[in-house]
């Protein structure tokens, strides 16, 4: 049966450089359920080496959380990706880190932490999560897509690394699944999105951030899959 889920499909954590230390799994999930979200995806920068720990910490508490990640790729374009299962995410962030140079400095860009579902430290990412692959999006579109992800260009409203600031324009021949707008965005109507979805998310880098933008779909479940047919507006599912 439909129903309403409203959710936050861009939440950063401790793994990100520039997301708060504080972003652990049970202060995301802990806020993510007191704004009353039924479900998230966590989306760091080039790593998905957070996201088992918050979808364990979410599965005990209740709370779905999809395995995604934010690439910024050759253009230093922001493109978040989505994806149902652990396996698709995980052989995703292993193409992105074949294709990521550089090692964090945690002076000047931040701590990198990887986490258990209790929020305990276990490990720090060296990689420059920060930087860019080497691949153009036109490319990690595809990679997403044959692991029957999701494609959804990051806030394409900013003046920097997003789609229309680097770019300008959403190129034709993109095959992208949505745009998502930032929670600072005016109106859809401002902006030259080529008639594309559009989500709405938080990009919650501190926990008082998380919900403060989200998006509801009529899907049977909040899961990938569930919410590509929203945006497709397939069997009866949409964005409300």
Do not use: W
């Not at 996201?51 to 230093?76: C, D, N, P, W, Y």
């Not at 720090?124 to 999701?150: S, T």
């Amino acid at each position: 049966m439909l129903k309403e889920f409203r959710m936050d499909l861009h939440i950063h954590t401790c793994l990100s450089p520039c997301g708060d230390n504080s972003m652990v799994p049970p202060t995301i999930i802990q806020r993510a359920l007191g704004t009353g979200l039924q479900g998230i995806a966590i989306c760091d920068h080039n790593s998905a080496a957070n996201v088992l720990a918050v979808r364990t910490a979410g599965a005990e508490a209740g709370l779905g959380a999809i395995a995604g990640m934010e690439i910024s790729t050759a253009e230093e374009i922001h493109l978040l990706a989505l994806f149902d299962g652990d396996f698709q995410v995980n052989t995703f962030a292993d193409l992105v880190k074949a294709h990521l140079s550089g090692v964090n400095d945690p002076q000047v860009f931040g701590d990198q932490i990887i986490v258990d579902r209790h929020g305990n430290p276990v490990a720090l990412e060296e990689a420059l999560l920060i930087g860019a692959v080497d691949l153009e999006i036109g490319r990690i579109v595809e990679e997403i897509h044959r692991l029957d992800g999701l494609a959804i260009a990051s806030h394409v409203d900013k003046q920097a690394f997003s789609l229309l600031s680097q770019l300008g324009f959403i190129p034709p021949d993109l095959d992208l699944d949505g745009v998502e707008l930032s929670r600072h965005a005016g109106a859809r109507e401002q902006y030259p999105l080529r008639g594309l979805p559009v989500v709405r998310c938080s990009d919650a880098h501190f926990p008082e951030e998380i919900g403060k933008a989200d998006t509801t779909f009529m899907v049977e479940e909040a899961t990938v899959a569930e919410i590509g047919l929203a945006l497709a507006e397939k069997r009866g599912r949409r964005i409300v």
